[in-house]
């Protein structure tokens, strides 16, 4: 039987001769009643404080998995970002190595061009100075005839004359053709 205030009050005694005095046993049990009442009170304060302090330990272990799990995940997260920068870095890197060597293949291309451009011009301004000089010297050598059939036909038949040096009708071919160019 478990004991409770009331039970302690109400406790009925037999009574003998040479028993206790009834006053003080009555006095004692309410005494006894009142510090079970009160350490029951207290009893139940506790347990609703245990309670209470289990369901917050409860929402604390709930937050403490819920900030575990966050910062798994922020773990996972930046790794994968971090691994996906670099991924997306030695792409970049590749990609730019690429394209320079595109561009110094094209460069090389071009510099040959020029190159090749360059020669075919030179060949084709030395034949063309060829050329040049071929028709002054052409028209000189016409020229040079002409004037010799001039001096020719003022000369008398009887004298022959000596013909002009040829230092004053010699044209310089570079020459014109130099001022030419």
Do not use: C, W
């Amino acid at each position: 039987m478990k004991l409770t205030p009331i039970n302690i009050k109400t406790q009925e005694f037999a009574k003998s001769l040479r028993g206790y005095d009834a006053d003080e046993v009555k006095a004692f049990l309410e005494k006894l009643a009142t510090e079970v009442e009160d350490l029951m009170n207290e009893n139940e304060t506790l347990i609703d404080e245990i309670e209470e302090l289990k369901t917050r330990l409860d929402e604390y272990r709930n937050i403490e998995k819920d900030l575990q799990t966050a910062l798994l995940n922020a773990q996972d997260s930046s790794t994968k970002s971090i691994e996906a920068a670099k991924k997306q870095t030695g792409m970049m890197l590749k990609e730019a190595e690429l394209k320079a060597a595109q561009t110094i293949e094209k460069a090389k291309e071009n510099a040959n061009d020029i190159r090749n451009a360059i020669i075919n011009l030179r060949e084709e301004r030395d034949l063309i100075i060829s050329k040049l000089k071929a028709i002054v010297n052409t028209q000189s050598t016409l020229l040079e005839g002409k004037v010799k059939k001039i001096d020719e036909g003022q000369k008398e038949p009887e004298k022959p004359k000596q013909t002009q040096p040829k230092d004053d009708l010699d044209v310089d071919v570079d020459d014109i053709v130099n001022k030419l160019l």
